[in-house]
């Protein structure tokens, strides 16, 4: 299984601001994915990021909120941008394993908005 | 719509045995996927599930009917660590993962 960090492990932003959540992972990857899970919920996918091209955005989630960048095969980021309190919420990214295609998390960053 | 049903809580006794079921209606299967995730931490695999039967590893096992879109997780010899939500998952005909609610599972002494 892949080892991924995440950085930030928590931030309490500002309302008006926003925040770079990077995502680093100790193997090539092809697919990276980034989800949202509010307390007591499960898990909502952002958008999935493939190196080399735009990232795929699930409904309900845009570009211009929630822009990711993906340079090469072990790194993204996911920016939360002009944050509201409704932003509040756990951020994770996650990778395919291999051959089966289960998910393996980051340890996620913990965000408040205030 | 694409859904997947699981029971929001349930409680069990140490070294007892437990059973969270997961119904599934979703276009298209490639796999069902069990997580465990301790409170404030990322979500960890637990098993996969592709063809109708028993898949046994240690103390947890996962048992899935297709037709019936339906799996369930079962916990053996339970311990407190194991205090804990579950998540089923199910990859769509798009290889896309569809996440339940979570189910979460409190051990008492």
């Known amino acids: 299984s892949a080892v991924i960090s995440q950085k930030p492990s928590r931030d309490i932003c500002q309302r008006g601001t926003s925040l770079t959540i990077q995502c680093q992972v100790d193997?090539?990857?092809?697919?990276m994915f980034w989800y949202r899970q509010q307390p007591g919920q499960s898990l909502t996918l952002i958008a999935t990021?493939?190196?080399?091209?735009?990232?795929?955005?699930e409904s309900g989630f845009v570009i211009d909120k929630f822009p990711i960048s993906r340079p090469n095969l072990t790194f993204s980021t996911l920016t939360v941008s002009n944050m509201s309190p409704e932003d509040s919420s756990i951020y994770l990214c996650?990778?395919?394993?291999?051959?089966?295609?289960?998910?393996?998390f980051g340890p996620g960053t913990r965000l408040t908005v205030t | 719509g694409q859904n997947i049903d699981q029971p929001t809580e349930m409680t069990a006794t140490e070294g007892a045995i437990v059973q969270i079921n997961c119904t599934y209606q979703t276009s298209g299967f490639n796999g069902l996927f069990w997580y465990q995730q301790h409170a404030g931490e990322a979500p960890t695999f637990l098993s996969y599930?592709?063809l109708d039967g028993l898949e046994e590893k240690g103390r947890f096992s996962s048992f899935l009917s297709r037709s019936k879109g339906y799996s369930y997780l079962l916990l053996k010899e339970l311990q407190m660590k194991d205090s804990a939500s579950y998540l089923c998952?199910?990859?769509?005909?798009?290889?896309?993962?569809?996440w339940g609610a979570g189910t979460k599972l409190i051990i008492k002494p």
């Open positions: 193997s090539q990857v092809t697919m």
């Open positions: 996650s990778v395919d394993g291999q051959g089966r295609g289960e998910q393996y």
């Open positions: 998952a199910v990859k769509d005909s798009n290889y896309q993962l569809i």
């Open positions: 599930n592709v």
């Open positions: 990021a493939n190196q080399g091209s735009e990232a795929t955005y």
